[in-house]
């Protein structure tokens, strides 16, 4: 596609639910990040692939939270038994390469309510 | 703590008016970036600054980056009400990937 596809663009979901949120990057996008917003804060890292390498899962706030990369397309955000703080936007991007000197291009992202 | 900060928070002018947001940063960096953000969506890309350039322009946009001061300006000139929307800088630890982001500034244009 032209963009970066996130889906459902909104989830809501009760306390203690597993959820799956999905990113389509940009093709030909080598690298791939998610970033999670509450809200009117900024962008919190959670974590970026590249490639085949290791992804970084540094910003990954808790177990529950997980990530994963078929190849250099599709990736899926997990969140499991998810609390009232989970609630916020999930922003996935992408970008030529791994580097701050490459544009990073936003999906929509995905609003997530947690009742 | 944010490796990005911007200042003021929220800041609101009549359309025509010149909007200029600030941001600081603790590390040295490779290059600095602004985004802006419409109502909580996706951000789009504005501008990038290398750390050996002191200021771009593109368009309506001027970026002035000072590197002694750890601190960059993003000046919107004639402001429109269209460019009412969230502003962010983003910056990378010097070698780092990924890059972090401020907590922005909501910037309001009155018609």
């Known amino acids: 596609g032209a963009g970066v596809s996130q889906s459902p663009s909104n989830k809501v979901t009760e306390k203690g639910k597993d959820v799956e949120l999905r990113c389509d990057p940009i093709?030909?996008?080598?690298?791939l990040y998610w970033y999670r917003q509450r809200l009117g804060q900024g962008l919190e890292f959670l974590i970026y692939?590249?490639?085949?390498?290791?992804?970084?899962k540094s910003g990954l706030p808790s177990d529950r939270f997980s990530a994963e990369r078929t190849g250099e397309s599709v990736s899926t955000l997990t969140i499991q038994r998810t609390q009232q703080e989970d609630s916020a936007v999930y922003l996935c991007?992408?970008?030529?390469?791994?580097?701050?000197?490459?544009?990073?291009?936003f999906g929509e992202g995905s609003w997530l309510t947690v009742v | 703590s944010q490796q990005g900060e911007e200042d003021p928070q929220a800041l609101s002018i009549q359309e025509g008016e010149n909007a200029t947001m600030n941001c600081s940063y603790k590390?040295?960096?490779?290059?600095l970036q602004w985004y802006r953000q419409n109502s909580g969506r996706g951000l789009v890309h504005l501008i990038l600054i290398r750390s050996n350039e002191r200021e771009k322009h593109s368009g309506r946009l001027r970026v002035t980056l000072d590197t002694s001061k750890k601190s960059s300006s993003l000046l919107i000139t004639a402001s429109r009400a269209a460019d009412t929307a969230s502003y962010f800088c983003a910056t990378d630890a010097f070698g780092g990937s990924r890059l972090t982001f401020g907590e922005g500034t909501q910037l309001t244009v009155n018609p």
């Open positions: 692939f590249q490639g085949n390498s290791a992804p970084d």
């Open positions: 991007a992408s970008s030529f390469s791994v580097g701050s000197r490459n544009t990073i291009y």
């Open positions: 590390t040295s960096i490779n290059n």
């Open positions: 093709s030909g996008h080598t690298a």
